[in-house]
């Protein structure tokens, strides 16, 4: 699994995994943060959190276009510095006034500016390491082990969050309450302060995690210092080979067919970040937060974080080539397990929840199921039934509509946002979520790191950074799009609002479905 691969990959994910660690402690709270400190609906939060993601998204575009001209590391330090700037600027206490919300809005763009600069560009680095042909047929596995190394910063996250808002609620003499009023009554303008504060400190932690990746990423900078050039600086080099010249028809047919693959997932990302949004008011309004029994294990982040380290000494169990090595592996895979249970039997039974804590769920999934997924395309592949980049993400929208099958079995019977206004119908199980968060995650798996990897091989070389900017710009889009739940919320029933996401997720898969042969045509 991560035998034979360039060591520059390693150092590129721990520095992202830093960066994301701070970007989704951040995004764990933001609407909520929103709603506590102006006071604003479900539905204006959720048009500022999809905002700010189509943004996020949209900016690696302008940051490819930049990077393909003056260099991709060089906008990679640029991105770093300008996140910094921006977490500071949310980290900064403020009154709940307009000069508030342009401090917010400031940083909110800042952090976007920056994230354009460095996210492309970074993974378009590690897709160069894998232009030299000793490692051209590790691709595939190198993102997916990109792509999971991301989701253990987004991982510890939401409970980073959690930890840091109970703590300050602690001291101000408060516990955390979905509905202010009918808990603290008079004293919810107090509640509220306090928690968007508590939140307040979350940005601080980003700032914290953008120092570590800044110093992964210098330390290590000689281990991938040679993937650090665009197809203008190889070709004035000289460096004969490096660089495949394609013909005009070549590059006009690689460039509509990424475009292709650009349009279909715009509907995915739509569905996939409802997060942030639709999913975690879900969990608000209508999940039962006091959970007891063997569930709560799953709200527990170091005995996931322990379950999903032993998913990769496991396997370690059969891939070591001597059987000392195995024997180890499969002693640390016992003691990693026995963390986990002895964490859980030490949790008081019941615990209280807090609605950003299943958003932990999809990145724990992602790390831990990511070596199955490489195993079972990698079987598929001996067998010589190789499935593309294309045909996974037409897979990953099925699997999606299904996911969001989940949760409108959950929904039946209950009442409507509308119907049920500022109040809670806090009865389901948590399980329904943590379900819907596993599927979801199978469909990211097959979809997001095969779509990057597809980018960085078919690209025509001098458009590197702008085509994987063009993978982010339609993550944009998508993300924008993601506030249509949000703004439906107390307008239409529930299961409406699921049912639009289940439809688009089908149509898409069936527009892929129906693309492959052609793609495949435009891209060989």
């Known amino acids: 699994m991560f035998k034979n691969q360039p060591k520059g990959l390693f150092a590129l994910a721990l520095a992202n995994t830093g960066e994301r660690f701070g970007y989704y402690t951040m995004l764990a709270i933001f609407t909520l943060f929103m709603q506590a400190k102006f006071g604003w609906s479900e539905s204006d939060a959720g048009h500022v959190y999809a905002i700010f993601l189509a943004i996020v998204y949209f900016s690696p575009l302008l940051g490819g276009f930049v990077a393909d001209k003056i260099g991709y590391g060089r906008c ?131 700032c914290a995690s953008l120092v570590l990746s800044a110093l992964i990423y210098f330390a290590c900078r000689s281990w991938f210092k040679h993937a650090d050039v665009t197809a203008k600086q190889v070709k004035a080099a000289d460096k004969k080979g490096e660089v495949v010249e394609l013909t005009a028809k070549q590059t006009k047919d690689r460039i509509i067919a990424l ?145 969001f099958g989940i949760i409108t079995m959950a929904s ?27 599927t979801l995650t199978i469909a990211e798996l097959l979809l997001s790191p095969m779509g990057i990897s597809f980018v960085s091989k078919v690209a025509p070389p001098k458009y590197k950074g702008l085509m994987m900017g063009g993978w982010f710009a339609a993550t944009a889009i998508g993300n924008y799009l993601s506030r249509i739940p949000s703004a439906l919320w107390n307008k239409i029933p529930l299961m409406y609002n699921w049912a639009i996401l289940i439809a688009l997720c089908l149509v898409s898969a069936i527009i892929m479905f129906a693309l492959l042969k052609k793609l495949k045509q435009m891209t060989e």
């Open 76 to 206: 990679v330090v640029i991105g770093i510095t300008t996140m910094f700037l921006g977490y500071l600027a949310l980290a900064i206490p403020t009154m709940p006034d307009l000069t508030g919300k342009l401090v917010m809005f400031g940083g909110l763009g800042l952090v976007s500016l920056g994230t354009g600069l460095f996210k492309g560009n970074l993974q378009v680095l590690v897709g160069n390491l894998y232009d030299d042909p000793k490692y051209e047929d590790r691709r595939d596995a190198a993102f997916s082990l990109f792509y999971m190394a991301i989701n253990i910063g987004a991982m510890f996250a939401p409970s980073m969050a959690k930890w840091i808002t109970n703590m300050y609620l602690g001291r101000a003499g408060f516990k955390y309450a979905a509905d202010a009023v009918a808990t603290y009554g008079d004293q919810a303008p107090q509640y509220l302060e306090a928690l968007y504060n508590g939140y307040g400190l979350c940005f601080g932690v980003a």
């Open 259 to 403: 475009l292709l693959v650009f349009g279909v997932v715009i509907f995915f990302w739509m569905a996939f970040h409802q997060n942030g949004s639709a999913l975690t008011f879900f969990a608000k309004k209508y999940t039962n937060l006091t959970v007891g029994g063997p569930m709560r294990f799953g709200f527990n982040i170091f005995s996931l974080a322990l379950v999903a380290a032993s998913v990769y000494t496991g396997f370690a169990v059969f891939q070591a080539k001597e059987i000392r090595n195995r024997i180890i592996c499969g002693l640390i895979t016992l003691v990693l397990w026995a963390g986990a249970i002895f964490l859980f039997w030490r949790m008081a039974d019941p615990i209280e929840a807090q609605p950003s804590d299943f958003q932990q769920f999809n990145p724990f999934f992602v790390v831990a199921l990511t070596p199955f997924s490489m195993a079972f395309f990698a079987a598929l592949e001996k067998r010589g039934k190789v499935v593309s980049a294309p045909a996974r993400i037409a897979w990953g929208m099925l699997v999606a509509a299904l996911g």
């Open 412 to 438: 039946f019977g209950l009442t409507s946002p509308m119907d049920l206004g500022e109040g809670t119908q806090s009865i389901l199980s948590p399980g329904w979520l943590i379900s819907t968060y596993f």
